[in-house]
């Protein structure tokens, strides 16, 4: 009896957790050019090209690149996935990488 009570508590336990909120993935991708809406449209497709490098971690900027990446916010919330390119500005640097500061 004590064990099933036991086995229960657990299931009801491990059910009751949300699975933790989706990452965004980004790429740095500096050569779009035009409207932002355009270069937003041509990120899915660059990320083939860009899967060894695009990353689901913090975002840094390399010291001597432009602040533009390519980032997807995954769908949650009745929301769908989405693509941006955005041009942001460099934080702090050390070591080569600067925090990337979102666009405002």
């Known amino acids: 009896m004590v064990r099933m009570l036991v086995l229960v508590s657990l299931v009801a336990a491990a059910a009751a957790q949300e699975a933790p909120p989706k990452t965004p993935l980004w790429f740095l991708e500096t050569s779009l050019t035009g ?3 355009d270069r937003s449209n041509q990120c899915k497709a660059l990320l083939g090209d860009n899967k060894e490098v695009a990353s689901f971690g913090p975002i840094f900027i390399p010291e001597n690149s432009a602040a533009d990446i390519c980032i997807r916010f995954p769908a ?4 769908p996935e989405t693509w941006r390119h955005d041009r942001g500005q460099k934080g ?3 070591n080569g990488c600067c925090e990337f500061l979102p666009p405002l």
């Not at 949650?76 to 929301?79: A, F, G, P, T, Y």
């Open 35 to 37: 409207a932002f809406k």
């Open 76 to 79: 949650r919330d009745n929301l």
């Open 92 to 94: 702090a640097c050390a």
